[in-house]
């Protein structure tokens, strides 16, 4: 993350230089068009298409975090390891699952995400990857009915 920031932060520093240049090329010139404010003004421009490609690094680096976190967030409240935790609200009232099958859960739901995406619409495709007759959690009565 330090090695990100510190990109940006470059990167930040360059494109203000590059402002500051062409504002001067400017003044120096008298507000004609010279070579030097040509030379200032392309500088200006590659100095921002590389600050702009170090934010997107930035972002795509928060959004990874933040999915990380999520994902988580999302195993310690389905696995319980919330509910001694301070600060956090009481149980849900759901039996809490283990992570494995949390984690075959998301698996099954990525596949037919996959499936959906790429246009097949057929959820038999899924079923294939399990026995037919195993409900998907059978804790809960919805998934015990076929």
């Known amino acids: 993350m330090d090695s990100i920031v510190?990109?940006?932060n470059s990167?930040?520093?360059?494109?203000?230089?590059?402002?500051?240049?062409?504002?001067?090329?400017k003044?120096?010139?008298?507000?004609?068009?010279?070579?030097?404010?040509?030379?200032?003004?392309?500088?200006?421009?590659?100095?921002?298409?590389?600050?702009?490609?170090?934010c997107d690094q930035a972002e795509e680096f928060v959004e990874s975090v933040k999915q990380r976190v999520g994902s988580e967030c999302l195993v310690d409240e389905a696995t319980g390891s919330v509910s001694g935790k301070t600060g956090q609200g009481g149980m849900t009232g759901l039996p809490p699952i283990s992570a494995v099958r949390l984690e075959q859960m998301s698996k099954a739901v990525r596949c037919l995400v996959i499936e959906l995406q790429h246009g097949?619409?057929?959820?038999?495709?899924?079923?294939?990857?399990?026995?037919?007759?195993?409900?998907?959690?059978?804790?809960?009565s919805e998934d015990n009915a076929q």
């Open 6 to 8: 510190d990109s940006l």
């Open 120 to 140: 097949s619409g057929a959820a038999g495709g899924a079923a294939g990857h399990a026995h037919p007759s195993a409900p998907f959690d059978a804790r809960f």
């Open 27 to 54: 003044e120096l010139s008298g507000g004609q068009k010279t070579a030097a404010t040509d030379v200032a003004l392309e500088n200006f421009k590659q100095k921002w298409e590389l600050f702009r490609v170090s």
């Open 11 to 25: 990167a930040y520093q360059d494109f203000v230089g590059a402002a500051a240049n062409v504002l001067e090329a």
